[in-house]
């Protein structure tokens, strides 16, 4: 299995600021996830990068709010842009494995407060 | 619409009782079940996947089965390492993850 890391693993930020979160794998991937995860609550998909291509967001989520970078097939950043104490939460990228059919692997998490 | 319910909410058992976390699910075209365990501040190590009705799967203390609505994840003889909050997630067609709300586990000595 693709083996993930993220970059920071926590942050504090003041409110109106931007975060950028790193994603790297050690193995070329097609697609990328990022994932955000409330306290108490389950994980919830933010959108899906593919390299070459325009993220893809889902309901709820605006690339103005969470622009995203996929500059090739190991690397992906998310940034939180102009936070507001909502936004605390941990946030997860993960991968499709390719050679394990539609399975995915997460990252170790980035845990964001804001204050 | 995908969706995934988890129960018990939460579970807590005394270390060597054995028990069973429910996952339902309705899904248009099943790609995949999926059993994640997760410990706080952590993210989601993946467990089992399941591709069809009738398979099962088994790792250590844990067996994860599944049927056409729903899925189990059998927990024999559990240890106090064991305590987690399990999640489960289905993928259907070429949508991504679903996942449910999960179930704390929780072991006593």
Same mark, same amino acid.
């Given at each position: 299995s693709a083996v993930i890391s993220q970059k920071p693993s926590r942050d504090i930020c003041q409110r109106g600021t931007s975060l950028t979160i790193q994603c790297q794998v050690d193995s070329q991937v097609t697609m990328m996830f990022w994932y955000r995860q409330q306290p108490g609550q389950s994980l919830t998909l933010i959108a899906t990068a593919n390299q070459g291509s325009e993220a893809t967001y889902e309901s709820g989520f605006v690339i103005d709010k969470f622009p995203i970078s996929r500059p090739n097939l190991t690397f992906s950043t998310l940034t939180v842009s102009n936070? #507001? +104490? *909502? @936004?605390?939460s941990i946030y997860l990228c993960s991968v499709d @494995? $390719?050679? #394990?059919?539609y399975e995915q692997y997460f990252g170790p998490g980035t845990r964001l407060t804001v204050t | 619409e995908d969706q995934v319910t988890q129960s018990p909410e939460a579970l807590r058992l005394q270390e060597g009782e054995s028990s069973s976390l429910n996952c339902s699910y309705t899904v248009s075209g099943l790609r995949g079940l999926f059993w994640y365990r997760q410990d706080p501040g952590k993210g989601p190590e993946f467990l089992f996947t399941l591709y069809s009705a009738g398979e099962e799967k088994e790792k250590e203390r844990l067996k994860a089965t599944l049927t056409k609505k729903e899925s189990f994840l059998h927990i024999t $003889? +559990?240890? +106090? *390492? @064991?305590s987690a909050t399990y999640l489960c997630a289905v993928r259907g067609g070429n949508t991504p993850l679903v996942f449910g709300k999960g179930t704390r586990l929780s072991v006593i000595a």
């Open positions: 936070m #507001s +104490p *909502e @936004d605390s @494995d $390719a050679g #394990s059919q | $003889a +559990p240890k +106090p *390492e @064991d």
